[in-house]
């Protein structure tokens, strides 16, 4: 059974989301502040995180980035709709979505079952035959069975976003992709989204790997230079 942490002040919107990812069979851990669900977080080791973003002791984004920095499990962000910088900042932290306040538990539940289907991902499937799972790209080596990335040799701790951002670039290296498109491919989305996710897990995939490698096209989109 899938486990979630949830990380949440208002009681009855805790007890309420409890409730109801129960129904959707998923075993829920509830936390009513940043201690207490780094705490649960550290014991229950969860398959997902969904943080808010205004916790007591210690605020959801500082919460996101200390999960980050032990785990890469996928980390939804529950965000008010009046706290633009508060997600720009969430997602900065290693966040790797978010929902806005007031939501929906269908909507909710899509985004979770969307987290976690790209952390469960597997490598692009090679052709009958084709042996040759390692991609270069100047000082970079993608191994698409393992899915690592290597810079100069050493191994790049990429998030599982941060990873299906990666391979949709060398998937067509030299082409522009929109954020539309990156939304479609990286976070299953069919209806548009918030192109800050795409800005942001682009930004930290230019540190990572090197920003040359990631040139922004005004206007368009993004586009990944071998």
Known sequence: MTEVLLVEDDALLRESTHLM???YEYRLWAASDGLEGLALFRQREPDIAVVDVMLPGL????????????????VLLISARTDPIDVVLGLEAGADDYVTKPYDIPVLVARIR?????AAGSAPQLSAGDEKTQ??????????????????????????TERRVMLAFIAEPGVVL???TLLERVWDYDWGGDGRLVDVHVQRLRLKIGRAHILTVRGFGYRFVP
Do not use: H
């Open 21 to 23: 990812l129960e129904r």
């Open 59 to 74: 605020d959801g984004v500082s919460l996101v980035r200390r999960i980050r920095e032990e785990s890469a499990i996928p």
């Open 114 to 118: 969307s987290a976690l289907r790209r």
């Open 135 to 160: 991609q270069r790209f100047g000082d970079l080596t993608v191994d698409t069975a393992t899915l690592e990335v290597r810079r100069d040799g050493d191994l790049i701790k990429l998030t599982p």
């Open 178 to 180: 929109s954020r539309t």
